[in-house]
């Protein structure tokens, strides 16, 4: 069954300090690999995805790895901003399933 | 691109009632949409996978007579959560993925429903 774990489970950065959070997976086999971010009481933004061919996914100050051979993801974020807040999410598609959630990572930037 | 909305965005309700969650995929057609719950600084947990025009997939521990699910067209799903309790207190989230996509294609996810119930 598969299991996906993000590490930390919490961050706290000051603003401008680039950062990285963490997603493992114990199932190679996936199709690809979403990142999100949950802003509290709201719904999932889709932030970046990465199909199981590729090895990186950027937008803007976000740039998203996937090393599928070893489990693993990471989403960087450049120069921080209070704006960027929130809970992070991964989230794995496989065969026949709907996507698999991370607990997710709560980021807070400070001023 | 895709939005998938979903209303109310809250409601509180009185322990015995019955709760109705839309979730509409705005400019997009979705033969599945699945509908998840969260609870406090938890995961997303799956609940079931709703197919139109046939009967919900559910997961193993949810309730199919407490949580009704009704896909009746391409665009629209609903979740009802009948006779309610307390203890379904929770935040609810639909998504959905567009017809004719393959499963590389992401997913779309609504705003969410925070649901309590008194």
């Known amino acids: 069954k598969q299991e996906v774990t993000q590490i930390p489970a919490a961050l706290s950065v000051p603003e401008g300090e680039n950062l990285v959070l963490n997603c493992s997976f114990t199932?190679?086999?996936?199709?690809?690999l979403q990142w999100f971010r949950q802003d509290p009481g709201k719904g999932l933004t889709s932030l970046l995805l990465i199909q199981s061919s590729q090895r990186e996914q950027t937008s803007g100050r976000l740039n998203a790895s996937l090393d599928k051979s070893s489990g693993r993801s990471t989403l960087y974020i450049a120069a921080s901003q209070p704006g960027d807040s929130a809970t992070y999410l991964c989230a794995v598609k496989q065969a026949g399933t709907a996507l698999i959630f991370g607990k997710g990572t709560t980021l807070s930037v400070s001023s | 691109g895709a939005v998938v909305s979903q209303h109310p965005s809250r409601v509180i309700c009185k322990s015995g009632t019955s709760v109705k969650i839309e979730c509409r995929s705005l400019d997009f057609q979705a033969t599945t949409m699945f509908w998840y719950r969260q609870f406090p600084k938890q995961s997303l947990m799956l609940m079931a996978t709703?197919?139109?025009?046939?009967?919900?997939?559910?997961e193993q521990g949810v309730e199919k007579d407490k949580f009704l699910i009704n896909h009746a067209s391409l665009t629209l799903s609903t979740l009802t959560v009948t006779s309610a309790h307390p203890e379904d207190s929770s935040f609810y989230i639909c998504?959905?993925?567009?017809?004719?996509?393959?499963?590389?294609?992401?997913?779309?996810f609504g705003s969410g429903t925070r649901l309590t119930v008194v």
């Open positions: 709703s197919n139109e025009g046939s009967k919900a997939t559910y």
């Open positions: 998504s959905a993925s567009e017809v004719g996509t393959g499963p590389n294609y992401g997913y779309t």
């Open positions: 199932d190679s086999a996936i199709y690809n």
